[in-house]
């Protein structure tokens, strides 16, 4: 399946059919490879298999998902109802923006319909996500031959079958005509483009502890008394969960230490986020990236709490999360390292060498860090990221 998904980027249609075959030989009751067989056949031009695949696709599927709805797309493209057809893809990449043949999908769609902006932004992305991936040639020509089927003696058995011969005349497809858009349609599209691409939930996450470090730093000048109530109410103690201060666990991820010595504090985490955040946000996509976040704040101090060690020391900061992010982004690189060819392995490998530096540093002497909480939320992230991330959950398009 990983040969097929990699010949498909790369335009060679009639080896992802062979790859996807011989896998359909090994897996014959998985969606995954049936899609993949469609999907190879759509770029060989054979409409007929592309059908048959996508129907048992749906078979194996009858209460619908990801895969399911991405064959229904590909029916809907050789009927030509291409808004509908876009409408599944949307819905496909709302749930997993990582799947690069999607966008690939979408970006040929949205060409058809004259959307040229947004079109280039989706091929752009589906060539990220393929590691430098064309697609070319894997769907039907614009202004060649319809989709229409056209091979009405082959049988589909699951593998890859040759064409016979046509049964109907190729027609020209008719495409829309390209139309300038007017000013609101253009700043419709570019909303949208910020709505999709830019990794909102990491700088929203930033902006939040950011603003409520400056309304503290303020507070510690002009009402210092309450600034030392918040703190006090607000850090996680080891006897947090005995004395029924749950709320403390979330409190404490948005706390970090005073002025002057908090600058570097909240500066190295915010960097941190800002730099991890927003690839993990944006190959998980924002609501599996923010239950990452905060299960694994939650996780690090929860091991804080269960691990003996002094009870007057408190733990305050968005470490424990921000170290969950760093797991997400090990597990997805852990995962993929094989399919990313040297670029995967060298990235893993950076990525064991600052996890290793980080504790390093972390267990040195007067370091005043909270390692316990620190290693729960590397748990808790990689732990997670391997259930959530589509590679594992899917084994496809990465």
């Not at 929860?302 to 090990?330: H, R, T």
Request: aromatic letters at 10%; hydrophobic letters at 45%; glycine letters at 10%.
């Amino acid at each position: 399946m990983e040969q097929g998904r990699q010949a498909l980027a790369q335009g060679q249609g009639r080896e992802a059919a062979l790859a996807y075959a011989h896998a359909a030989q090994a897996e014959p009751e998985n969606p995954m490879v049936h899609l993949g067989l469609a999907e190879a056949n759509l770029a060989l031009r054979s409409y007929d298999i592309v059908r048959m695949a996508c129907r048992r696709v749906q078979e194996l599927q009858p209460q619908g998902g990801l895969e399911a709805t991405l064959a229904q797309a590909l029916l809907d493209l050789l009927d030509r109802r291409y808004e509908r057809a876009l409408s599944n893809v949307d819905k496909v990449l709302s749930e997993d923006p990582g799947i690069a043949y999607a966008h690939a999908l979408r970006s040929y769609l949205l060409r058809i319909q004259g959307q040229d902006y947004d079109a280039n932004l989706a091929r752009a992305r589906a060539a990220r996500l393929s590691f430098g991936g064309r697609f070319e040639d894997c769907f039907p020509p614009m202004t060649k031959p319809s989709p229409a089927p056209i091979e009405r003696s082959t049988t589909y058995t699951g593998g890859y079958q040759g064409t016979t011969e046509p049964s109907r005349k190729p027609q020209q497809e008719s495409i829309p005509a390209w139309t300038r858009p007017n000013q609101m349609q253009r700043q419709m599209l570019r909303t949208n483009f910020l709505l999709r691409y830019i990794p909102v939930v990491t700088y929203t996450i930033i902006g939040i502890n950011v603003l409520i470090y400056l309304l503290i730093s303020i507070l510690m000048i002009v009402a210092p008394d309450l600034a030392s109530l918040i703190y006090g109410y607000g850090v996680l103690a080891p006897t947090s969960l005995q004395d029924g201060e749950i709320w403390r666990l979330i409190t404490s991820m948005f706390l970090h230490a005073p002025p002057p010595s908090g600058i570097l504090h909240i500066g190295l985490n915010m960097l941190s986020l800002l730099f991890m955040g927003r690839d993990v946000e944006i190959l998980f996509g924002k609501w599996r990236f923010l239950l990452i976040y905060f299960l694994a704040g939650l996780g690090g101090g929860l091991l804080f709490i269960l691990m003996p060690g002094d009870a007057n020391v408190v733990v305050l900061g968005a470490s424990g999360a921000i170290f969950g992010v760093f797991g997400a982004l090990g597990a997805f690189l852990l995962t993929n390292r094989r399919a990313m060819g040297e670029l995967g392995r060298a990235a893993f490998s950076n990525w064991i060498f600052w996890l290793g530096l980080n504790l390093l540093f972390g267990f040195m002497p007067g370091s005043n860090i909270a390692v316990m909480a620190h290693i729960g939320g590397l748990i808790v992230g990689f732990v997670l990221a391997l259930i959530l991330l589509p590679g594992v959950q899917r084994s496809r398009r990465i």
